[in-house]
């Protein structure tokens, strides 16, 4: 509704308004702007609800301030707007006086459906959230929102115990008791996920972003039932300030450190290639970007944060949480990203190197088995590419070495190992790659909603930091096909092969293999 009919409408709910106050004080008739309401609601603005809670105002006045009230809530005017029509007709305003509407969960409307979330973007960064469309979708405190989200359901067989049954990262060892170490076949809706995220400006020259993200990947109920009843987890929740070149960030968002991730939907909830080579988390942190343009198209991005130093060694379900290995050193941990984006076929390519650093402090009994105080140095430096090789082939990946990554999944899931008393972080180099292909620019045929995707990724630790028993080496083989039936609903398949060896114990050795098929629905 633009500003000019916006402006109309409200001088011919005030003329109808007072020339029907009038009329009342003859004996007329108490509903005063029913044509109006009834036109209203007819256009979807207004609900039977709010039309009939207008309608039944006790006097002109009140009905007034009641359909005032409520377009000003909903977004369709601004209280500058009613201000000035009210004056410019020679009237008091009187919403200021008026007693709050009752607040109508119902009324709350979009003008057009929103965007899926581009399954193919291999991105973890912020400026990958999902941008939706404009709407007129408000909180009870009138904020603009715009809420998204993924329904994703997951079906899968796999022919192996791992390490979870949802999404197996790694075999169990060969040998495992046979009601752990089975094939098995499971649905799950747990990798569903749900936004909010609101777009404005704070400063003249800047836009404000606000992201709330959650998934059903927290937990289960503790009852008999509660397999499939899940207890929903923060992804995301941040905000950020964007300048021209600059911006801010204050919150939970993906870590600077090792920014990409593989295209799949059976991983959707854990990144792809987690254990193998692929490192990824979501911190709280407070992160600066400046971006700096190289031409007239490619562009120089810095990237440096300090972050909350977990080192994942919080065990178990505790009520509160508990002071860990990266908390007793009393230091935040520091990423930075040096990276470079450049067009390459009409599309957007990307490289890049990041690091991390944090301190880590073990002291008697944490870990278990540690009898003397010791400092842990946790780092990693990463490359990371994502390169266009025509219009229908993309190639990405990175490459890592590090210690003491297991918060990152690095170090196959294992962070440090107490060896004579003293605990160590665990040394480990690994990577993975992904070719994607997809329908070429100007294609029109019977495969234009069709991609595919081929990887692989590995982790390999250090010997010198590993005990017998512990995982070693761990390596996954990835195909998947999606088919996009429409903007808003994918079916995909994937089938991954994943060996995993363990240290010095060769018959532990184990080979998964893991078919899985997902349907998901984007809004």
Do not use: C
């Not at 088995?369 to 430096?381: E, F, R, V």
């Amino acid at each position: 509704m633009n500003r000019l009919l916006q402006l109309t409408l409200i001088a011919l709910a005030l003329l109808v308004l007072i020339e029907t106050a009038g009329a009342q004080q003859a004996g007329a008739s108490k509903s005063p702007a029913a044509p109006l309401v009834q036109l209203l609601l007819s256009k979807g603005v207004i609900t039977a609800e709010e039309a009939a809670s207008i309608k039944d105002s006790a006097s002109p006045g009140d009905a007034e301030q009641r359909l005032a009230r409520l377009l000003v809530s909903k977004g369709v005017i601004t209280r500058e707007e009613y201000d000035q029509t009210v004056l410019a007709m020679g009237a008091v305003p009187a919403m200021a006086e008026a007693a709050p509407l009752r607040p109508v969960v119902a009324a709350a409307r979009i003008s057009e459906p929103a965007q899926p979330v581009p399954t193919a973007a291999p991105a973890k960064e912020a400026s990958t959230a999902q941008s939706q469309s404009d709407g007129p979708m408000t909180t009870v405190s009138k904020i603009p929102v715009k809420i998204y989200g993924n329904v994703l359901i997951n079906g899968g067989y796999v022919d192996r115990g791992s390490n979870t049954n949802d999404i197996p990262l790694f075999a169990q060892k060969r040998g495992t008791s046979s009601d752990q170490n089975h094939q098995n076949f499971e649905m799950t809706a747990r990798q569903t996920r749900f936004g909010l995220r609101y777009e404005g400006s704070i400063f003249k020259d800047a836009k404000l972003t606000g992201v709330f993200e959650l998934d059903l990947l927290g937990g289960k109920p503790a009852f008999g039932n509660g397999v499939n009843f899940d207890i929903f987890r923060v992804r995301l929740a941040y905000g950020r300030i964007d300048w021209k070149n600059d911006s801010f960030e204050a919150g939970q968002d993906w870590a600077v450190f090792s920014p990409l991730n593989p295209t799949t939907l059976a991983s959707y909830a854990i990144p792809g290639f987690s254990t193998s080579g692929n490192l990824w988390n979501r911190f709280p942190q407070i992160r600066y970007e400046h971006r700096a343009a190289i031409g007239d198209k490619s562009k120089f991005i810095f990237t440096s944060a300090v972050l909350d130093p977990n080192a994942g060694d919080n065990a178990g379900n505790p009520a509160a949480r508990v002071i860990g290995l990266g908390e007793r050193s009393a230091l935040p941990a520091l990423e930075t990203r040096l990276g470079f984006t450049f067009p390459s076929h009409t599309k957007e390519s990307s490289l890049g190197v990041s690091g991390h650093y944090s301190r880590q402090i073990g002291v008697p009994g944490n870990p278990v088995g540690t009898t003397a105080y010791s400092p842990i140095d946790s780092y990693g430096i990463s490359g990371d590419l994502n390169a266009w090789l025509s219009s229908g082939f993309r190639v990405t990946g990175e490459i890592f070495h590090g210690q003491g990554l297991g918060i990152f999944s690095g170090n196959i899931a294992q962070s440090s190992v107490v060896i004579g008393g003293r605990a160590r972080g665990i040394s480990s180099t690994g990577g993975w790659a992904e070719l994607h292909g997809e329908a070429p620019a100007g294609y029109e045929g019977a495969w234009k909603k069709f991609s595919a995707n081929f990887g692989f990724g590995v982790e390999d630790n250090r010997d010198d930091d590993l005990l017998v028993g512990i995982r070693k080496r761990n390596q996954t083989y990835m195909v998947n096909g999606q088919y996009k039936f429409s903007p808003n609903f994918t079916f995909a398949m994937e089938y991954r092969q994943v060996h995993t060896d363990w240290f010095k114990q060769p018959s532990a050795n184990q080979k998964l293999n893991w078919a899985s098929i997902a349907f998901l629905y984007s809004f």
